[in-house]
């Protein structure tokens, strides 16, 4: 091969080169800082050859480590000890965890952790000692807020559960077996879980994990890779008594929720759909004809209830609630949970065949839109009784403000009183009661208690007397 020959392949191969890398930097731009920070979908937009999953590597989670997660989590959960005082000692009856959810020394924990004790240690991560006060508790959802006296708290903030990813990696903090400030790793393993906990009609859609959870821990942060709080820790399932690789978190939107109604209202603002649920299975998708097994069956509808009103009926499978599809009892229970009276969701259902959308005003317990709840503040219950506001249908009816007696503790100071449920207090030592708020307060501040008010269907005034 003569050099004339080898000198012109070398330069074609030099122009080709250069050409090859012109073209791929017109297909793919180099991803500079502003590029990276630009939404995902515009990137994968520009370069039609990336699918969203091979375009997502470069947009994976940061960080990819817990060191700065753990950190901030570990000052922020506390270690809780729940005593009942007997004279002259006092006898710890449940140990748990707690997390700082604000500055000046908000703690968010399980009400299981809390509950039947009347003093609350509180012991932060760099040794302070504190005694906290129950602001409210709901054994609905596990969920109990206190308050520790102080300022300037480390605090975690919340995050975004519902986008939460099976797989996504996360950590739980807390105190198992009193070993403080404990953290461990896993994954989110399944969302929407209903393991039968909680009560009755207790709101369970749990995250489930394969962190590390063991006595102790309930109470804690469950918290992704940012540091956010994602969940409260709150069970495990295991035949041993100790971790077995599965552990449960209430999701950090719908304890925001109670957090909120406990702190703004004095107890949970619950909306109702007014419907029985039951799930849908392959031989109810087969009889309605559907693609794919999907949706929650109806199995009751009150009658002038929010669905009622919203055109929903007996034997209509629910699909979507607020665009989430709903494919469980939980799905549909954790999204409505959320919700507060007057609160308007939209519905996607299936009615005879055809698929219908509608919208729902979500009423309480009473099928109003007012906010109420009964009220279990421990000064009320350490009485005996349980309480609620009159809602705004009653006070038109009975032309009077004043607070609804919803039941009364069997052997309790209130039960020996001879009051029975329904009684209605118009007035509380001489001063007109307008709410549970206004009763709270005169208990706090008098020994001796007179009440007066009235039995909606008998005549008269009814009053009672106690010493508090």
Same mark, same amino acid.
């Given at each position: ?7 012109? $392949? ?25 590029? %990276?920070?630009?939404?995902?979908? &515009?990137?994968?937009?520009? +370069? ?8 997502? @590597? ?5 960080? +990819? ?17 729940? *005593? ?6 006092? *006898? ?16 968010? #924990?399980?009400?299981? =952790? ?22 409210? #508790? ?18 975690? !903030? ?24 404990? %953290? ?7 969302? @929407? ?5 909680? $009560? &009755? ?10 962190? @590390? =959870?063991?006595? /102790? ?77 999907? /949706? ?48 308007? =969701? ?53 032309? #009077? ?8 503790? *069997?052997?309790? *100071? ?7 449920? /329904?009684?209605?207090?118009?007035? !509380? ?30 005549? /008269? ?8």
């Amino acid at each position: 091969m003569d050099m004339k020959t080898i000198l012109k $392949q070398s330069v074609l191969i030099i122009v080709s080169a250069f050409l090859g890398v012109y073209i791929h930097n017109c297909l793919y731009p180099p991803l500079t800082e502003s590029s %990276v920070s630009e939404n995902n979908s &515009r990137f994968v937009s520009e +370069t039609p050859f990336y699918s969203d999953r091979f375009s997502s @590597a470069f947009f994976s989670a940061s960080p +990819t480590d817990f060191i700065d997660a753990a950190k901030n989590s570990r000052a922020a959960v506390v270690s809780i000890k729940g *005593k009942s005082d007997l004279g002259y000692r006092s *006898k710890t009856k449940s140990s748990g965890s707690g997390i700082l959810i604000s500055p000046d020394g908000y703690i968010v #924990t399980n009400n299981h =952790v809390i509950q039947e004790t009347n003093r609350i240690d509180i012991l932060l991560d760099d040794n302070r000692e504190y005694t906290a006060a129950i602001i409210g #508790t709901d054994p609905t959802t596990d969920i109990a807020l206190l308050k520790i006296e102080g300022d300037q708290f480390p605090f975690l !903030v919340f995050g975004d559960s519902d986008s939460l990813q099976i797989g996504e990696w996360v950590m739980a903090v807390g105190n198992p077996f009193r070993l403080q400030s404990t %953290v461990t790793a896993g994954i989110v393993s399944a969302k @929407a879980r209903n393991i039968n906990v909680l $009560q &009755r009609q207790g709101i369970e859609s749990f995250i489930q994990t394969d962190a @590390a =959870v063991n006595p /102790g821990n309930s109470g804690g942060a469950l918290v992704n890779t940012r540091g956010e709080l994602v969940g409260v820790i709150t069970a495990i399932i295991s035949y041993s008594g100790k971790y077995e690789g599965f552990s449960f978190a209430i999701p950090a939107n719908l304890a925001k929720k109670v957090i909120y109604d406990i702190r703004e209202y004095g107890a949970v603002q619950r909306g109702w759909l007014g419907v029985t649920l039951s799930k849908v299975d392959n031989k109810i998708a087969k009889s309605f004809k559907m693609d794919r097994v999907q /949706g929650v069956y109806v199995d009751l509808v009150n009658k002038n209830s929010a669905a009622y009103d919203a055109g929903i009926r007996t034997g209509d499978i629910l699909l979507e609630i607020n665009s989430r599809e709903t494919n469980m009892i939980s799905e549909f229970m954790e999204e409505l949970s959320q919700h507060r009276p007057g609160d308007i =969701v939209s519905i996607k259902f299936l009615h005879n065949g055809i698929i219908k959308s509608t919208n729902a005003t979500l009423r309480n317990q009473l099928n109003t839109t007012d906010f109420i709840a009964v009220r279990k503040d421990e000064i009320l219950t350490d009485l005996g009784f349980e309480l609620r506001d009159l809602d705004s249908k009653e006070q038109q009816r009975l032309n #009077t403000d004043g607070v609804y007696v919803v039941s009364i503790f *069997k052997g309790s *100071k209130i039960a020996r009183t001879n009051m029975d449920a /329904g009684y209605i207090i118009t007035s !509380v030592n001489g001063e007109e009661l307008g709410s549970v708020d206004e009763l709270i307060n005169a208990l706090n501040t008098n020994e001796d208690i007179y009440l007066e008010g009235f039995y909606e269907n008998y005549p /008269g005034t009814y009053p009672y007397s106690f010493r508090k």
